[in-house]
């Protein structure tokens, strides 16, 4: 079992920048692939990056490759997400989810999944 809990979603302008925390609860943190999802207003939950279990595997959607950056602490049990030049159209919710299938665009395969933490960015 892993509970998680995302933070440090806010209201930024374009082109500025946040990181997203999300902690990890429970001993199989470890073992698990991360991910982060995000879902705007009236559009389907998509993908934006994942991340293996060591940290040595990174997957990017399109759209955030270059500005977005995966990475975790498996000593402090959390998965980040660094963004960087943010533009309007990253506005959404993001959730952090875990799986221990393995680095996955599907998110179907995360059995685990965060409230969610909400990102504005301001034109």
């Known amino acids: 079992q892993v509970q998680l809990v995302e933070s440090g979603g806010g209201l930024v302008q374009a082109g500025g920048s946040l990181r997203l925390s999300c902690a990890a609860f429970?001993?199989?943190?470890?073992?698990?692939?991360m991910g982060w999802f995000r879902q705007a207003p009236r559009k389907e939950r998509e993908f934006v990056a994942a991340?293996?279990?060591?940290?040595?595997?990174?997957i990017y959607a399109a759209s955030v490759k270059g500005r977005f950056t995966i990475s975790r602490d498996n000593a402090k049990n959390t998965v980040y997400l660094q963004m960087n030049s943010l533009k309007p159209e990253d506005t959404a919710v993001y959730f952090c989810a875990a799986t221990t299938i393995g680095v996955d665009t599907n998110s179907n395969v995360y059995r685990y999944w965060g409230q969610g933490t909400q990102v504005t960015i301001s034109s």
């Open positions: 429970g001993r199989t943190f470890s073992s698990c692939s």
């Open positions: 991340i293996g279990s060591s940290g040595g595997n990174t």
